[in-house]
Antibody, heavy 120, light 110 residues
């Protein structure tokens, strides 16, 4: 049973870069044809797809975040990462990493989520 | 890209059936059979309940079913139980190679 765990700072200053890592255990990040994803949820709000990456390194991003976003993968450590630049208070959210079965939005495994607050 | 449209809330009594709708466009729901549904309890991560419009992952109760007609997908929960009280989100793949979520529906079991 694959497990995902987010890690990173819980507080980021405005205009700085938000960086999170998702560690995958119980399976190889390189196998199975999965898409490794980030989803966020603003406090009291709905889910927002951020983007995902295939083990080959190909990425797919939410157009509204694309200019500030980088998702990368490290198959040697079984981790993938999110970097979101020039953050504002509007980026305060719970950030989830998740596994998409085939890249069509069927997220079958999720991390527990981590709250990132953007504040000075 | 705008979120898919879901009713903000629905409610039903134990044992009843309820249906939650999710409306998109011909560029997302109407274009592909890649609609998924998620259940989220407070403070928890979402859980996949339906994928590819009507498929249930292993372990999900057969009280949950999905369907689609045109640009609208639906999640039906039959035999409502107290544990079904949660937020429900739909998602769809789009013609832009992106994913969209619905705004979410809060289900109350009366």
């Amino acid at each position: 049973q694959v497990q995902l765990q987010e890690s990173g700072p819980g507080l980021v200053k405005p205009s700085q870069t938000l960086s999170l890592t998702c560690t995958v255990s119980g399976g190889s990040i390189s196998s199975g044809g999965y898409y490794w994803s980030w989803v966020r949820q603003h406090p009291g709000k709905g889910l927002e797809w951020i983007g995902y990456i295939y083990h080959s390194g190909r990425t797919y991003y939410n157009p509204s975040l694309k200019s500030r976003l980088t998702i990368s993968i490290d198959t040697s450590t079984n981790q993938f990462s999110l970097r979101l630049g020039s953050v504002t208070a509007a980026d305060t959210a719970v950030y989830y990493c998740a596994r998409d079965q085939r890249g069509y939005g069927s997220f079958d495994s999720w991390g527990q989520g981590t709250l990132v607050t953007v504040a000075s | 890209q705008s979120a898919l449209t879901q009713p903000a809330s629905e409610s039903g009594s134990p044992g009843q059936s309820i249906t939650i709708s999710c409306t998109g466009t011909r560029s997302d729901i109407g274009a592909y059979n890649y609609v998924s549904w998620y259940q989220q309890h407070p403070g928890k991560a979402p859980k996949l309940m339906i994928y590819d419009v009507s498929n249930r992952p292993s372990g999900v109760s057969n009280r949950f079913s999905g369907s689609k007609s045109g640009n609208t997908a639906s999640l039906t929960i039959s035999g409502l139980q107290a544990e079904d009280e949660a937020d429900y989100y739909c998602s769809s793949y789009t013609s832009s190679d992106t994913l969209l979520f619905g705004g979410g529906t809060s289900l109350t079991v009366l």
